[in-house]
């Protein structure tokens, strides 16, 4: 009887690692993670993890652009790295999408013929499930949006490395690139623009810049600020 009890609590105990283990390994908190990959941009290759109340992480390889095609005077673009907080609105978009999507356990590429606009891989780890699904363009129009919306963010975050390198090297380069920040706000190309609202105040305070450089930088802002006092 004691050779039993005791060989009952070595397997208890050789057991226990493992169940720990794997608690460890089983996400407690809604995660969302998307990966990007298209060689002919830069940078070509990026990630965003998305938690539900709009903190977010980015990273993105350090862009080397091919030289035979690659302007010359565009900005290059060092490896990014950053923490985010994004708006609650722009993530539940994706929780609410990926919950009714079967954790993205869906078939979401259409296999029409659609131009290439680089490959998104959305995967969802939670508590309550698991799943992904890989696309170029998506026959799932909420999918297809969360793609647009997601690539949009992921300009928005760039444009703030182009604007910084400009106003140290090119600032009369600035206004152009100012002129388009502001369109592509409207027409949606840009999103979440407060995750360079520090670019952007640098600009606004900057007396040496054209002043039409600066006043566009000042109706950003106050685009933010006026988000952020909805929130």
């Known amino acids: 009887m004691i050779f039993f009890r005791s060989a009952a609590i070595v397997i208890s105990l050789a057991v226990l690692p493992l169940f720990v283990a794997a608690q460890a390994t089983q996400p407690t908190q809604p995660l969302i993670r998307v990966e990007f990959n298209d060689a002919v941009l830069v940078p070509s290759h990026w990630t965003l993890e998305l938690h539900t109340d709009g903190a977010a992480h980015f990273h993105s390889d350090r862009a080397l652009p091919d030289p035979q095609t690659a302007d010359p005077t565009a900005p290059s673009i060092p490896l990014i790295d950053r923490e985010l907080k994004l708006s609650p609105e722009f993530a539940q978009k994706f929780f609410t999408t990926a919950h009714e999507r079967n954790f993205f356990n869906v078939k979401c590429e259409s296999h029409n013929k659609v131009a290439f606009q680089g490959t998104k891989t959305f995967t969802y780890s939670g508590p309550d499930g698991?799943?992904?699904?890989?696309?170029?363009?998506?026959?799932?129009?909420?999918?297809?949006?969360?793609?647009?919306?997601?690539?949009?963010?992921?300009?928005?975050?760039?444009?703030?490395?182009?604007?910084?390198?400009?106003?140290?090297?090119?600032?009369?380069?600035?206004?152009?690139?100012?002129?388009?920040?502001?369109?592509?706000?409207?027409?949606?190309?840009?999103?979440?623009?407060?995750?360079?609202?520090?670019?952007?105040?640098?600009?606004?305070?900057?007396?040496?810049?054209?002043?039409?450089?600066?006043?566009?930088?000042?109706?950003?802002?106050?685009?933010?600020?006026?988000?952020?006092?909805?929130?």
């Open 130 to 231: 698991h799943g992904n699904c890989q696309f170029n363009y998506s026959s799932d129009n909420k999918i297809q949006e969360l793609s647009e919306s997601v690539t949009a963010l992921a300009a928005s975050i760039v444009e703030g490395f182009k604007l910084a390198s400009l106003e140290t090297h090119d600032r009369l380069g600035l206004d152009r690139e100012m002129e388009f920040v502001s369109e592509a706000v409207k027409d949606g190309r840009l999103q979440q623009i407060s995750v360079i609202r520090e670019q952007l105040e640098h600009l606004a305070a900057d007396d040496a810049l054209l002043e039409r450089v600066r006043h566009r930088a000042r109706k950003l802002l106050a685009q933010i600020n006026q988000q952020d006092d909805l929130h």
